[in-house]
Nanobody
Framework: QVQLVESGGGLVQSGGSLRLSCVAS????????LAWFRQAPGKEREGVSC????????IYADSVKGRFTISKDNIKNTLYLQMDSLSPEDTAVYYC????????????????????WGQGTQVTVSS
């Protein structure tokens, strides 16, 4: 059974850092498209970052480029999102997602391309 479980969210002051984790079970991270999305109240879910299953490239939304880092540990079967220089605009529920179908092109910001989702973890950044 495919399962994704996020952790690491919380309350942090502006300028602070958090590291989100997403433990995967029921599949391995190799050759799997992996992504982080977020959804703020009243807003649509948006792609934050992903690791492409096509070429392994790491892709970031412009709003987080230079501040967030996506990584994975294939041995621990865990996906990470290191978030630095956080601002109140980063406040949202963060979700990890995976997709097992090779899609060309891989659109990292398209939530419809991802079929497995975690339950989400809340990140709140105070000013």
């Amino acid at each position: 059974q495919v399962q994704l479980v996020e952790s690491g969210g919380g309350l942090v002051q502006s300028g602070g850092s958090l590291r989100l984790s997403c433990v995967a079970s029921g599949f391995t991270l190799d050759d799997t498209a992996l992504a982080w999305f977020r959804q703020a109240p009243g807003k649509e879910r948006e792609g934050v970052s992903c690791i492409s299953d096509i070429d392994g490239n790491k892709i970031y939304a412009d709003s987080v480029k230079g501040r967030f880092t996506i990584s994975k540990d294939n041995i621990k079967n865990t996906l990470y999102l290191q978030m630095d220089s956080l601002s109140p605009e980063d406040t949202a529920v963060y979700y990890c997602a995976a997709d097992f179908t090779l899609r060309i092109p891989r659109r990292c910001g398209d939530s419809k391309q991802f079929t497995a989702w975690g339950q989400g973890t809340q990140v709140t950044v105070s000013s």
